[in-house]
């Protein structure tokens, strides 16, 4: 129980992929959870599921990108359990896109959500924060802001935030709050749903590309951000950790093209 006296806020939270499984996460080890959401059904469902298994979670209805709402976000927090202490900017949205044929008002809503959504949450939470001398904020970034997977706005959007988290790592590590970033690979949450009804075997294409030869599971995602909002990481900040299954780490592929005569013994090949 790692959390217990701590105050998280989760945003995109009522999601049933990472944001859902890394509140209940959080609430599992005793954290009281803010599930902030822009669908309010989706968070009371995450909230109403965290409190059936004994735990407490707060519903709140909020549109990251707007100011306004995100500070009354959280006003209602502070006064519902007395302060934040962590922080997870996980809500996103993602336009598919292809540079010249990009709606101008779908990529700067990706930027938005994403970019600003994340800057304007930690603004929200950090005076707080500072005041308690402690915080710790977890952004989610992907593997398409280190490399080319399409979704120039979405990836763009998440290496900012990735820049973003550093200049609050530096600037207020002095006041005891951190700020480190989780980079996912591929997990089989809604997002992949619409590719998955249209082309079946898009996951088992995709687990081909990385060097364990599988793509993620959510727990696995919860555990790095626990990991990383936890006294265990004190004295980590400023970082960014994949968790990726080596996505990141390089192409056993073609590492075979290049060295086609120097293949690895029967038995270690990539799957
Ligand atoms: N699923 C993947 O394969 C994958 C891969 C790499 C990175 N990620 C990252 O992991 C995170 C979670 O992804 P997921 O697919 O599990 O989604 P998720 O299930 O966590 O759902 C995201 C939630 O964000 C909410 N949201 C969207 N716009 C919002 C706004 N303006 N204000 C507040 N909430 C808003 C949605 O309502 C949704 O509930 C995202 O940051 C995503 O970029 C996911």
């Known amino acids: ?9 989760v945003t995109g939270g009522g999601g049933h992929g990472l944001g859902g499984a890394i509140a209940r996460s959080l609430a599992g080890e005793g954290a009281r959870v803010a599930v902030a959401d822009r669908d309010r059904d989706m ?6 599921a965290i409190t059936a298994a004994g735990g407490e979670a707060l519903a709140v209805a909020v549109d990251v990108r707007r100011p306004d709402q995100v500070e009354a976000m959280a006003e209602t927090v502070f006064e519902a359990f007395g302060g934040a202490d962590i922080l997870v900017n ?19 809503r990706d930027v938005d959500v994403i970019l600003k959504g994340a800057f304007l949450c930690a603004r929200a939470v950090l005076p707080a924060m500072r005041e308690r001398r402690r ?4 952004n989610v970034s992907t593997v398409n802001a280190h490399t ?4 120039s706005a979405y ?13 609050i790592a530096v600037e207020y590590a002095r006041h005891g709050i951190r700020s480190n970033v989780v980079v996912p690979g591929t997990f089989a949450t809604e997002a992949w749903e619409l590719r998955r009804q249209r082309h079946p075997d898009i996951l088992d294409r ?18 790095a951000v626990l990991f990383l909002a936890s006294d265990e990481a004190g004295w980590i900040t400023g970082a960014t950790l994949p968790v990726d299954g080596g996505l ?20 270690e090949e990539a799957q």
Request: glycine letters at 8%; proline letters at 5%.
């Open 206 to 223: 995709l687990a081909h590309w990385y060097p364990t030869g599988r793509i993620g599971r959510v727990e696995e995602i919860a555990a």
């Open 135 to 138: 915080g710790a904020i977890v």
């Open 248 to 267: 990141l780490a390089g192409n056993p592929w073609f590492a075979r093209d290049a060295h086609p005569d120097d293949q690895p013994a029967s038995g």
């Open 43 to 48: 968070a009371e469902s995450v909230a109403a």
């Open 90 to 108: 996980n809500a996103f949205t993602s336009c598919p896109d292809s540079i010249l044929d990009a709606d101008l008002d779908d990529w700067m």
């Open 148 to 151: 080319y997977v399409g979704a």
């Open 155 to 167: 990836s763009a959007a998440k290496a900012g935030v990735e820049s973003l988290s550093r200049s």
């Open 1 to 9: 129980m790692r959390f217990v006296d701590r105050v998280a806020i």
